[in-house]
């Protein structure tokens, strides 16, 4: 089995790779990335000599480029994006046309390369369900829910959740899509709210905490849904969604007294500072569908050990965060692979 993975120098992209490699001996894997700000060859680092994994830089809204590296691909997994919500609310243009228009030339070309007839895996998120209330604590995200984004962000995931279920009902394609909540773990870049708080912390700065602090986030193990994601692509049915969470609501402040007690600091480290454009107020996921279907549960996420775990990743994983945090891979890119 050769899967295509694109986006796989990001966070979720490099543990899905080092996962796969680790719990499939007889599968390959091509990580197809064209390496932005937060793609970095140094996640995947202690596996480039594996002869089951290789390397294209490449970008999803290049067709050409695609059509040469699909050649003998049995599936693809599809994670790689625009990620960070504020960014996209500085500028939503890459957002729309990575997310949205990457994924339309990439399901296109996996239309040329197979006919449509080989597994495609679109990786999207429960932002594109909008936002609940904090006052209903028992409704949750189902497969169900009409998709409602709120966030350029998420619009532009949508229109690639979109597309993804269009083309599987236009032109019959083997498709499913996983919808799954806030990722954590090793190898995040440091612009989401967990590795910024730590790493400020580990400098001695204080942690920028949005509003008033009582938006909620469903937070689950990043292996958890590398898992979930590999058990859709082998298990999943074509033209079905699978929801992926953790059952593991906090609001962001009980996350920051989490990390502040786990590193021995006080609350004085929090700055409240304005709310971010458009907040989304809660994110809860019900899992319910892929556990009945499939037998998927998260078995990595309990807290506060996998919290304590990730906090003393970033500990002991120093240097790696200020490289990646001083842009220092764009220039070394840029003379590797010409730009
Ligand atoms: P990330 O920003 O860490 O990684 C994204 C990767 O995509 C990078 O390696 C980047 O170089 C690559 N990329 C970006 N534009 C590209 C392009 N045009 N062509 C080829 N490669 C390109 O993001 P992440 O947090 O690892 O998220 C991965 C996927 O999972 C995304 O699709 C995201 O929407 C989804 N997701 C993330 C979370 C989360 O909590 N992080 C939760 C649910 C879903
Ligand atoms: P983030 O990690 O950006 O993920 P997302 O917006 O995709 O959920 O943010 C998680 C939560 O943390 C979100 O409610 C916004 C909040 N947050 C802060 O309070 N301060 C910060 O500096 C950041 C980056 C996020």
Known sequence: MHILLTGGAGFIGS???RLLLRERPDYRITNFDVLTYSGNLENLSEIEGDDRYAFIRGDVRDAAALDKALEGVDAVVHMAAESH????????GPFIDTNTRGTQVLLDAWRRATGGKKRFVYVSTDEVYGSLPLENPEIKFTE????????PYSASKAGGDLLANAYH???GMDICTTRCSNNFGPYQFPEKVIPLFVTNLLDGKQVPLYGDGKNVRDWLHVDDHCEAVLTVLEKGTSGEVYNIGGNNERSNLE???SILEIMGKGEEMIRYVEDRLGHDRRYAIDAGKIKRELGWQPTRSAWPKALEDTVRWYTDNRPWWERVRSGAYQDYYANMYGG
């Open 85 to 92: 919500v504020d960014r996209s609310i500085m500028d939503s």
């Open 15 to 17: 543990n899905f790779v």
């Open 169 to 171: 009902h236009t032109f």
């Open 144 to 151: 169900a829910t009409p998709l409602d984004p709120s966030s």
């Open 255 to 257: 996350l920051t007294r």
